[in-house]
């Protein structure tokens, strides 16, 4: 009977203090993580696959400062397997001749920020044969097997890419296991959506398109706005990418993340020529949603492009 009542204790004030952060599905789902020596907010946000931003809401943090012995809670979706773990594993990496912290970072999937405070460093200045300490939850982007971006290089070239146009990027799931660009953009027309379909890409997930076929949709071929969030001015800017999948229960191919990636790359580095907002979309104000999905790594894609 106590034991009941300390849940519903509990269950009660995370409605009352977070039920504005968690749907009430997830609140009995809160775990805590109990800060260690050596942690920093980056490397536990790796660790629990879930963003700096989303760790802070969750506990009411308006700045980066933790503290030994402090419990954190962990954002609904999040790994709750580390709050079992004594630390946060590291890796070391020797820095080699041409290398920066950025070059760094970015070979393995975390922020210039999370490098530094990992090796308590205060300026950028590495030296060659310098050893760096890795989350050990970072991993090492390896050259591509494929090229996923084949057929999206030959749709695009006929295309004058509105590059002053587009600010941000936004990343879906698309709920389903099921669909590609031809039955979506017959969904949404019946929805009364005149542009079709809602996304200006989709990555399939071998189902009705190939694991990793990126398919270029007609907003992307008429450089439209998109229709993707329900904030229309966040669409006027925004192009969207949804993968094919429910990422709430299973987790995108090793393709589907490769393409993303290929993509993300690519519209960055070529088709915009800039580094543009990179963004969730249950990131987004007001947009009441999970998507894309738990398993999605967010975290990881943070590191990469923001």
């Not at 509990?10 to 039920?19: E, F």
Request: aromatic fraction near 6%.
């Amino acid at each position: 009977m106590h034991s009941t009542r300390r849940k519903f204790t509990r269950s009660a004030l995370l409605a009352t203090a977070g039920g504005m952060l968690l749907p009430p599905s997830l609140w009995a789902k809160t775990a805590t993580y109990e800060v260690r020596k050596g942690d920093t907010l980056g490397k536990i946000a790796i660790g629990l696959n879930t963003s700096i931003s989303e760790l802070k809401r969750a506990n009411n943090l308006s700045s980066d400062l933790i503290q030994v012995g402090q419990k954190l809670t962990i954002p609904a979706g999040g790994n709750t397997n580390i709050a079992a773990t004594s630390h946060i594993t590291m890796r070391t990496y020797i820095v080699v001749k041409g290398d920066t912290l950025g070059k760094i970072a970015q070979r393995h999937a975390i922020s210039i920020r999370e490098l530094k405070a990992a090796n308590n460093l205060s300026r950028d200045l590495i030296l060659v044969g310098q050893n760096l300490r890795i989350p050990g939850n970072a991993f090492t982007q390896a050259a591509p097997a494929y090229d996923f971006l084949a057929q999206v290089r030959a749709g695009t070239a006929g295309i004058k890419v509105q590059r002053d146009k587009w600010q941000r990027i936004v990343v879906h799931h698309s709920a389903i296991k099921y669909g590609n660009v031809k039955k979506y953009d017959a969904a949404h027309r019946r929805r009364g959506m005149q542009n079709g379909l809602a996304y200006h890409f989709l990555i399939g997930n071998g189902i009705d398109s190939g694991d990793g076929e990126i398919e270029i949709g007609p907003r992307w071929q008429k450089q439209q706005l998109g229709g993707h969030v329900k904030n229309h001015l966040i669409n006027q800017t925004a192009i969207g990418i949804c993968l094919i999948g429910n990422f709430e229960k299973t987790h995108p191919s090793k393709k589907q993340l490769a393409a993303f990636t290929q993509l993300m790359d690519w519209l960055q580095g070529v088709a915009l020529g800039k580094k543009v907002h990179f963004a969730g979309h249950r990131e987004l104000k007001g947009e009441q949603t999970v998507c894309p999905g738990k398993h999605f790594p967010l975290t990881l894609m943070h590191a990469r492009y923001d």
